[in-house]
């Protein structure tokens, strides 16, 4: 297993660790925590695997936001258009205060029907996660991002 792999288990170990407690019912996040286990230990590319283990998390938490509408219009989300994401709201149509990250509509589908992300889809799912995780950890990055100088 490669050194990132070996990396990506520390973090959702700690995100496990500090978003839940010892006897918090998350039988969703074991289940997909052992889906990227298996994954990891594969070949393949494992980044889409990882996004979904974030959403099931934040699912468990009560805090996934909803990617199939908007927060402020209440608009379904379009494959052909660009939004806005903000942690503490959600996705946006608009972007008033100017300090929303941006993500196309074509990856807010696809994370909705749990589909592979790649390019631009599978960089935007990361920025959203990396956004909701340093939100939920009151601005923190990761600790084990820190062990990766990143």
Do not use: W
């Not at 010892?22 to 994954?39: F, H, S, W």
């Not at 889409?48 to 099931?56: D, G, I, M, P, V």
């Amino acid at each position: 297993m490669c050194l990132l792999k070996a990396f990506t288990l520390l973090y959702v170990n700690e995100l496990i660790i500090k978003f839940f407690g010892e006897n918090d019912p998350i039988k969703d996040v074991y289940k997909n925590y052992a889906e990227l286990q298996r994954i990891l230990g594969s070949a393949g590319d494992y980044q889409s695997a990882l996004r979904y283990f974030e959403l099931t998390v934040f699912e468990a938490m009560g805090v996934q936001p909803t990617l199939d509408t908007t927060a402020d219009t209440l608009v379904s989300v379009s494959d052909s258009e660009a939004y806005f994401f903000k942690p503490s709201i959600g996705i946006l149509e608009n972007n008033s205060e100017g300090d929303a990250l941006k993500v196309h509509g074509e990856t807010l589908c696809l994370l909705t029907k749990k589909a592979k992300l790649n390019g631009r889809a599978g960089k935007e799912a990361k920025l959203l996660a990396q956004a909701l995780v340093r939100h939920h950890l009151d601005g923190k990055e990761p600790n084990v991002r820190r062990l990766l100088g990143k």
